[in-house]
């Protein structure tokens, strides 16, 4: 197997999606100290840029692409062992960013799908001469200059939405996994003969899986690190305006209910794009929200506009749903975590909004999915937090109320939206002196409480331990149900 700089892309997008996870094509190309260095050259590369015999601009969109393939490889193949010299190079500060960051930064959305339409109009209204070949004579692959410009403009979105990809593995600051398999296999021990109605003793698995971030301390509106190692706080202010500006849909980005979109290819890439670079932002926030440095908490301006960003791009993508929407489903589902991110690493300085709040209220109530539901929830929550909104905590707060099981009825949620409520009427009146804390007392919260213990212990009872995440989710219920009782008994012992 041998690499140059004539690799061609589609070998280099075969190699990409092999070492996606795949234990022995990373090591095969691991060991062998002459393929990573290679890779490194194609990513590097600025001669690939140009096309040496003028014939095609899509020539110099396949190249941009090549390059950005490279840099999918070597992360799918990071980290590289020593001898080998790519080793020494910190590849997602030196390599990643700076070759992604410009990719992502080099198109505009809003002019791409300007162009899109103007060439269809003008096939529209002059359509190609179609001539038949002859009988025995070869058949034409001839395009016309409209069609070479939307197969360009095509090539750079799917560039972008390739190198958003990438991006979104380097946005996550996930735990160290051995460290984690490990206090996982200490807990182990005894688990498997506890009975279900005494899991006092469960470890906290929310500290166990925090994520780690560096003691630097940047704002979103811009950078001062003096951090070795990268993280979503020293790399986000750098890309952020970008992804904020690639989550708008456009005219084309999503199809009309019931119709075909004017130009199906341009549509694809287009709400693609908007997914991925939520995902970005989803992990980004993600890993933030676990221990959000003190600047980045400090800069509230950047949150709100992230916030207003997102809600925007939501209210411009709609709620249709059905055949063919199914990029809109994705899009609210990621973006209402990437809401939730903001919310955590703000959390109580994002001003409530009554329009969004019900928006969120009825996804929860009208949506199956039970991941979208907790992030809906947890959003809410930081919502209620907020000491300037009395009226807004109320209203969040009566509706978690209403969620909760009584003597008679479960929770017309699931078990783990259920846990969630839970978790953040704790969250949000575990400090009587809030503003809203009133809210609290007049609305008799403490006595819904108080009768939710035994609705709470039945349905954590009920998790399947067996089913993927059911152990965790069980130790969690275990967990938050002895905080319910402690939280009662402490509500009570103020005596408000």
Not at 142 to 170: D, N, Y
């Amino acid at each position: 197997m041998t690499f140059s700089l004539r690799f061609p892309p589609c070998a280099a997008q075969c190699l990409y999606v092999l070492t996606d996870d795949n234990r022995p094509a990373i090591d095969e190309i691991r060991t062998n100290l002459s393929y990573a260095p290679a890779l490194l050259e194609i990513a590097r590369s600025t001669d690939l840029a140009s096309d040496p015999k003028g014939k095609s601009p899509v020539v110099e969109e396949r190249a941009v692409t090549l390059r950005v393939l490279g840099c999918g490889i070597l992360r799918n193949v990071s980290p590289l062992p020593p001898p080998s010299a790519v080793a020494l190079v910190d590849l997602e500060k030196e390599v990643l960013l700076p070759i992604l960051g410009p990719v992502v930064s080099s198109v505009s959305l809003v002019e791409a799908t300007d162009a899109v339409n103007s060439i269809i109009q003008r096939q529209a209204e002059n359509p190609p001469v179609q001539r038949s070949p002859s009988k025995n004579g070869p058949k034409t692959d001839h395009k016309t200059p409209e069609e070479i410009e939307l197969e360009r403009i095509e090539a750079r979105l799917r560039s972008v939405h390739l190198a958003l990809e990438i991006l979104t593995g380097v946005c996550a600051t996930l735990p160290d996994a051995e460290e984690v398999e490990a206090e996982e296999d200490e807990d182990e021990g005894d688990d498997e003969d506890k009975d279900d109605d005494t899991m006092n003793d469960a470890e906290n698995d929310g500290d166990d899986t925090k994520m780690a971030l560096d003691d630097a301390e940047p704002t979103l509106n811009g950078t001062s690190t003096s951090q070795s190692e990268l993280t979503p706080s020293s790399f986000l202010p750098t890309i952020l305006e970008p992804l904020l500006a690639l989550i708008q849909p456009t005219a084309l980005s999503f199809p009309p209910p019931n119709e075909p979109s004017p130009h199906p290819p341009t549509t694809s890439a287009l709400s693609a794009i908007h997914v991925a670079a939520l995902e970005c932002l989803n992990n980004a926030f993600l890993s933030l929200a676990a221990n959000p440095p003190p600047a980045v908490s400090a800069d509230v301006a950047a949150g709100r506009r992230v916030w207003n960003a997102v809600w925007t791009a939501l209210g411009a993508a709609g709620m249709q749903s059905g055949a063919g929407q199914e990029r809109r489903k994705d899009m609210w589902g990621i973006a209402v975590g990437v809401l939730w991110g903001v919310g955590r690493v703000w959390s109580g300085r994002v001003p409530p909004d009554a329009e969004q709040v019900n928006v969120l209220m009825r996804l929860i109530d009208q949506q199956a999915d039970d991941a979208l539901r907790v992030k809906c929830i947890g959003t809410l929550e930081s919502l209620a937090q907020n000491a300037e909104s009395v009226e807004a905590n109320k209203l969040i707060s009566q509706y978690f109320i209403a969620q909760l099981p009584t003597a008679s009825a479960p929770s017309p949620l699931g078990t783990e939206p259920l846990l969630q409520v839970v978790s953040a009427l704790i969250d949000i009146y575990s400090d009587e002196d809030k503003p809203y804390d009133v809210t609290f007392r007049q609305g008799q919260y403490l006595e819904a409480l108080t009768l939710a213990v035994e609705g709470v212990r039945k349905a954590v009872k009920g998790i399947d331990k067996k089913r993927e995440g059911g152990r965790d989710l069980w130790r969690h219920g275990g967990e938050l149900r002895d905080n319910l009782v402690e939280f009662v008994k402490y509500r009570r012992a103020l005596k408000l």
